[in-house]
């Protein structure tokens, strides 16, 4: 918390610098969205299924509502038609945001000190962020350019064992994780789900940047693959409608025993323990997204394919402008990963990519990136920075890559 | 939890049965809402205030934006205009509802299981379960007809310190508290906030119902009455606005000290924490009700009037139509308050109000309440139960006490 301050205030105090810090979604995706539109298509569909008139279906829009949410029929048949996932109406509950969903999950499946949470590392601090929040113990699993790794959380699971414990959830991103910008194959995601399955735990799938892969390139989400309820299924729908509508949801398929001893779904869970952090997600926000599904016929394929050719626009606009900063030559020690979607590309330096050396960066080159360290439970990733390109236009990117150069020569070439 | 789920089960096997049970806010209050027109009023406004384009502002609207909130400034108007209390911006911070505020302070103020929250007892189940949620210890305060009973806060914060523990933070609705419908004099709130200073521990003010009071009735906030930084206040505008738009604020110009050790409002501290649950409050929602607040000229006084004035009538009605039960004859044994305000009328019997008369009620009478014993956090209650007309039509409440009587009769008088 205190280095995202830091990085704040240091894009406060820089104003003019080029930064490759922040991971919001790009303006250009929400420029064309007609609130209206959308609520008066869901308020018709309301109409339509229901037989009440409008004015009886408008106040759904202003009543508290369930807490498990409005749009959970539309939001099940997306996952259907996107994703061949088939999981029942009845196991999605909609969240304010996928963060409060991380929330409700930690909180539902994690009851006791004894239980853990394994999380890919570097990790987002969303996850990080609500288990501290929760009190839950996380353990850092390596990951690599394939994603996590399985063999070391298998490792981890088999250490919590022998100390009494054991690992009950393990969080992850298979596309184009943040901060890493690493992705797990089919195989690897097979092997991820066997594991879940001989060591018992859960995997909790965040699915936020699998829109961004190249048409034809998509792989099976970890939820598709799912053959016995291992995975619970994290989406948002902030970066295909927009930031501030704050609607994410989770699939919870699975049974569970809650602290009272009952036998309940995960998803009945989830609800419940929803009435406690948020009552519920606001109507209006989810009517502006279920108007967006009906709008586009139940699926988001198409929507995500132009917004995914401008994410990916960037990432080869910022690509192609660090390989030709190589070609003209780089201090030794420096390199980084070349990830085919998502927002994020991660670059390592010969020197630590700390706060020290972020402040000059922007004071004598005016660009700034976020110190990976940040992103680590562990002491990991002390030269290693962040690059995030899916907020800048590409004049940005492009003066932005120069001035990189700059400080790459200027700091390292000495 | 469970004898929510009893309560809903019950409504949805008795369609035709007057529920007094759901609190909810009338929907004749939210019937002539125009959200466009809130959100073209907000976006004038944020275009004269910030010298942007319409399309410019209009992007506030789609952003994550600050965690804090985006209409904090115009809160902090309506808190002076309309209570006097001073609190500057800063000290504002805008929440999913109330109930996300609660969480949010609880997890800011009580980081050790030797720091307990003290609650009115009976309670709202938003705070227990938010106390729940997060692993914290509550102590149950008896609540009479004048509202907390100090003097037993004094006694619980005594026992708590010479057991090596303390009373951290006490949560109470001094205006026609939800379930028991008790109201705190202006003294006894001055008491209230001396015990808070001698024992030093804060108090959290939900100010839910205060707006229903009669015009010249009206008590001044502990906030408002506030000298030593003693009370966090929250509100929401679930009632003034609608339920759905999941708007609530919290003012919090206290300075604490974070877990890393720092010395900080606790304000910012609680809009750090938020980045875990909700990250943001939809802008959206906040735009509605920032519009609404302009629409008004910065003050609720005269929107509250005319809702406070339709719960009255309610209220009246219900209290009207016991009187004539009264006339008529009542077993003996049975007695209610005479709340000025708020949603609520608890009603004690000769019996256990117990979930199986209430089936009974339902089943051979028509009539739906809440057992009181689901809002204890001990023993109490098993004889009282909680009458709510807040959310009926005149008809639905002449018709539901007449039904009350008749169960009054047929289970009592024997």
Sequence with gaps: MRS????????RRYPDAISFAPGAPHPDTYADLDIERYLSR??????TESGHPPSTVRRLLYEYGPSRG???GLVAELLRRDHAVEAPEQAVVVTVGAQEAMLLVLRALIRSTDDLLAVADPCYVGITGAARMLGVE????PEADDGLQVQALRSACR?????GRRVRVCYVAPDFSNPGGNRMGKEHRERLLELAEAEDFLVLEDNVYGFTAAPGAELPLLKTLDRN????????FSKVCFPGVRVGYVVADQTVVTADGDSTLLADHLARLKTMVTVNTPPLSQAVVGGMLLEHGGSLAERCRTRSALYRRNLTLLLDGLDRLTEQGLPPGVGWNRPTGGFFVRMRLPVPADDTLLARSADSYGVLWTPMAHFHLGPGGADVLRLSCSYLTPEQITTGVRRLGAFLHGEMGR
Excluded: Q
């Design 42 to 47: 869901f308020v018709s569909h309301a109409v």
């Design 4 to 11: 995202v301050e830091f990085l704040n205030e240091v894009m």
């Design 70 to 72: 409005l749009i959970n």
């Design 138 to 141: 996380t353990v850092p699993v």
């Design 159 to 163: 250490a919590a064992r022998r100390a």
């Design 229 to 236: 309820r291992r995975v619970v299924h994290l989406g948002t």
